[in-house]
């Protein structure tokens, strides 16, 4: 079985640049551990934690430099050879001095992709005739962010986005249709949810997955969700509705969560009557997606694996030698790769699946 500090391509790699350019050295050299965290629900972060003190002059050494200044750009690669990938092209947000004992200063140095700037103060406006694609695109151009849409169909007459930051505003508004929203480098993500295809790698019990704890569980589980608006135009009440019967895409396994709830157990349903619904296109697709997200909470779990830099937040993965009802396809849900000069590189992750057996 391969290690976390050695595989097949050889020993891990670590490069981290700052405003573009590499770090000296000397600077890299004090580097003790690094961290790059993605989660579907935040932007993702990075912290970089590297010895504070030189010895010869008896004075901080790296916390008063400008080299990591907040606002500075940075981006970390980790990899293996020449096989290094960029996991993280941010700014630097914060500084944290570790003080303890006889134990040598630490400096960590802490920030996020650019998506950090979507967070940054509420507002409170309105957007007519739009779609959720239409308003991705206006908040990626008002942040200096380039685009990466998949376009929408339905059109709303009238959104509003009230006292909410422009992250979370926009992932409420994916919320609703089965979508997702991510920042990378310097552009906008906005996408519906990639649980079903072709999965991006394969893990093995046998040569890279090195722990694995999935979770079943059928209680939160229901048979159907309906929700409930009204059409103030027509004067009528408005219900979507989504089903167990109707989930056809199962990850490759043969039964759905909500479809073994209902056979366990009697059939049980939810309903929604707290989001405003315009059309009856809208209502079915968020009874849709309110579905896929319980249904996505039948098996969860997290692990660890030999590094692998194209692990990431938002990609579908198999698992192979686990039996029938765990082995299959999983959505990952959040990625955290650690370095450290003396354990090397591994990948820590936490997945999600609708479906078993």
């Not at 319980?294 to 779990?301: D, K």
Request: net charge neutral; charged share 25%; glycine share 8%.
């Amino acid at each position: 079985m391969a290690t976390a500090n050695q595989t097949a391509q050889g020993p891990p790699q670590l490069r981290i640049r700052v405003d573009g350019s590499e770090l000296s050295p000397q600077a890299a050299a004090d580097v003790t551990a690094v961290s790059i965290t993605e989660d579907l629900e935040a932007p993702a972060m990075f912290a970089i934690e590297m010895l504070n003190w030189d010895a010869a002059k008896l004075q901080m050494k790296w916390s008063d430099q400008d080299l990591f200044k907040p606002g500075k750009s940075t981006e970390v690669e980790m990899g293996y050879g020449d096989q290094r990938g960029t996991l993280i092209s941010g700014e630097t947000t914060g500084l944290e001095l570790s003080i303890h004992g006889d134990v040598s200063p630490r400096l960590v140095i802490r920030g996020y992709d650019r998506g950090h700037r979507l967070l940054r103060g509420r507002k409170t406006m309105s957007y007519t005739n739009v779609k959720d694609s239409d308003i991705a695109s206006q908040i990626a151009s008002d942040a200096g962010l380039s685009a990466d849409v998949e376009d929408t169909s339905t059109t709303y007459p009238y959104v509003l986005q009230h006292n909410q930051s422009d992250f979370n505003f926009l992932r409420e508004r994916a919320a609703r249709i089965g979508f997702e929203v991510r920042v990378q480098d310097k552009k906008l993500i906005f996408r519906a949810r990639k649980n079903q295809g072709q999965e991006a790698l394969t893990l093995s019990r046998e040569a890279n997955l090195l722990e694995f704890y999935p979770r079943l569980t059928v209680v939160n589980q229901v048979g159907g969700i309906s929700v409930r608006g009204w059409d103030p135009k027509q004067k009528q009440k408005i219900t979507g509705e989504a089903k167990a019967s109707g989930i056809s895409n199962k990850m490759g396994a043969s039964n759905a969560g909500p479809s073994l709830a209902n056979t366990a157990f009697s059939e049980t349903h939810a309903s929604s009557v707290d989001r405003p619904i315009s059309s009856q296109g809208e209502a079915d697709k968020l009874a849709t997606s309110l579905l896929d997200t319980v249904a996505l909470s039948h098996i969860t779990g997290d692990g660890v694996c030999v590094g692998r830099n194209d692990l990431r937040a938002g990609i579908l993965i198999k698992f192979e030698g686990l039996g029938t009802r765990f082995s299959g396809q999983y959505y990952v849900t959040s990625a955290i790769h650690r370095y450290t000069p003396q354990k090397g590189y591994r990948t820590e992750f936490c997945v999600e699946r609708n479906a078993s057996g």
